[in-house]
């Protein structure tokens, strides 16, 4: 079930546009506003990060990786909810930031919809 209000803004960063496609449509079906963005660089760019109320971001992609950009967000938004997603969970090494602590906010690919959708709703709730 999404989040009320239905207002609620993801903005969702991957280089891999079958995976934007797919969350958007899950995303929307769920009952959520969606922005896509190819990058960190273009989210990071908009300018309009207080719009945004959870942002969903895969680790791998290049110029700014998923977890520097994590580190950007929280920077500019403390307290944004950021949901990670990766095909290569071996990164999840680089960085000590991501652990136990927010293991419901890391999802390693291929990943169950109906619990990335439980887990932005829950995350939203907190916030």
Do not use: W
């Not at 079906?29 to 989210?43: E, I, K, N, P, Q």
Request: glycine letters at 6%; hydrophobic letters at 45%.
């Amino acid at each position: 079930m999404a989040y009320d209000p239905p207002d609620a803004l993801i903005a969702v960063v991957d280089d891999d546009p079958r995976i934007l496609e797919s969350l958007e449509t899950l995303l929307q079906a769920a009952g959520y506003a969606v922005r896509l963005f190819a990058s960190a660089t273009a989210l990071l760019g908009t300018g309009s990060l207080e719009e945004i109320d959870c942002v969903i971001s895969d680790i791998n992609m290049p110029v700014i990786d998923g977890l520097e950009l994590s580190r950007l967000l929280q920077a500019a938004k403390p307290g944004l909810p950021i949901i990670l997603i990766t095909g290569h969970p071996e990164m999840l090494n680089r960085s000590p930031s991501v652990g136990a602590a927010n293991h419901n906010r890391l999802f390693t690919k291929p990943y169950d919809p109906e619990d990335l959708v439980a887990a932005i709703g829950n995350v939203l709730r907190k916030h």
